[in-house]
Each structure stands twice: as C-alpha cells, then as structure tokens.
Nanobody, 119 residues
C-alpha cells in the first residue's frame, strides 16, 4: 500500500506560478513511476506529467510541456510539479498517483489539491 499526500495548490492569477508537492509513504520501494493527473469540473481526469525513478524519465501532456516541470527527490519519496505561466484552463483538482511498473495501471492515488487560476 502506498499513501500519497499532495500539497501546494491555491488560487492564483493567470501568468503566476505554483509548485505542487506529493509525498509518498508506505510501500515506496514498489513505486516505478509517480505522476500528476488533473480533473476540471465537468471533464474527465487527464494525465499531466510523470516521473520514472529508474531513469528520471519525464513525460508531459503536450499542452503543458513548455510551462510545467516535474521533478523528484528520491530521498524524500517526493515529486514536484512546477507550474509556470498558469492559465485559467489549468484550473482543476490535481492528483498524484503511482504505478509499480511501466505497463501497470496507476493504482494508488492521493486526495488531490485544488488549483484555481483566475483570468
């Protein structure tokens, strides 16, 4: 079992920045990839970015790749999502999730942190 706790969300204006954090506890040795997803009101949850511990590989949703940066601190079992040049369409609940291998599903999820970007 992996437990995830997100933090760092808030209300900002368009063009501002936020840095989200996600701390993993529990069976952290089983974690292969940690990722961020988001869900806006009335929309389906979508993948935002992922970080794979073995090779520090980063993957991004194309629409955020130039503005968001994912990183990880293995000593603290924590990933971060630096979000710059935020847009109103980035408004969503941001969730952290983990999977145990490249082909596995994301099995463990956090409770989410709200990001609201005003225009």
């Amino acid at each position: 079992q992996v437990h995830l706790k997100e933090s760092g969300g808030g209300l900002v204006q368009a063009g501002d920045s936020l840095r989200l954090s996600c701390v993993a506890t529990g069976a952290t040795l089983d974690i292969y990839t940690m990722a961020w997803f988001r869900q806006a009101p009335g929309k389906e949850r979508e993948f935002v970015a992922s970080f794979t511990w073995t090779d520090e590989r980063e993957e991004y949703l194309p629409s955020v790749k130039a503005r968001f940066t994912i990183s990880g601190d293995s000593a603290k079992n924590t990933i971060f999502l630096q979000m710059d040049s935020l847009k109103p369409e980035d408004t969503a609940v941001y969730y952290c999730a983990t999977k145990s291998s490249n082909k596995a599903l994301y099995l463990f999820w956090g409770q989410g942190t709200q990001v609201t970007v005003s225009s």
